[in-house]
């Protein structure tokens, strides 16, 4: 008991939970960025936690929800690679690749990090994504099309049904 609140060691903690040692020492390894608990009280080498805190934590590791596509921390708006998927329109493995060659491709880095979800801050990213396309736009040839705009300038399906059918033609065989 420390003031008033029972306390456990994280070693006996993780016993309990069955959590391996390894992954325990991971964790606390990591905690800068996982948001371990702290240590509530040190008694030599050991190190006591709040025994309901660690257990929460512990039970959110094993078990964690899914991560919201948008939170706000300090102010800015940050949201997950799922989000920024939807908002550019990229693939999400086009936004992983593009991230993992940040060096080279300027994506911006991650803001937050809540367990296996990266947040990146929206008005950055998508001012990133804006530049990114126009500097395609400005080194593509003259006369190619960037794919967007290929599906911009095709009609819809329906339109081309439907000129097709205006025109006489055989939507089965056009050369009959």
Known sequence: MHKGRPV???????????????????????RV?????????AYGRSLYFDEATLLAWVHLQLDPAAAPPRIVRGGRNLVTRTELA???????????????????????????????????DENVSLAWHLARLAAAEHSRPP??????????????AGARQADTEAHGLDQGNECA
């Open 143 to 156: 006369g190619r099309l960037h794919n967007a705009a290929r599906r911009q300038a095709r009609p819809p």
């Open 86 to 120: 939807h908002l550019t329109g990229l693939s999400e493995a086009a936004l992983r690749h593009i991230y993992a060659n940040r060096a080279l491709t300027g994506h911006p880095e991650v803001v937050h990090r809540d367990r296996r979800a990266l947040y990146f």
């Open 8 to 30: 456990v060691t994280r070693a006996a903690l993780m016993r309990e939970a069955m959590v391996s040692r390894c992954v325990a020492e991971a964790w606390y390894g990591n």
């Open 33 to 41: 960025h996982n948001g371990h608990p702290r240590p509530v009280l």
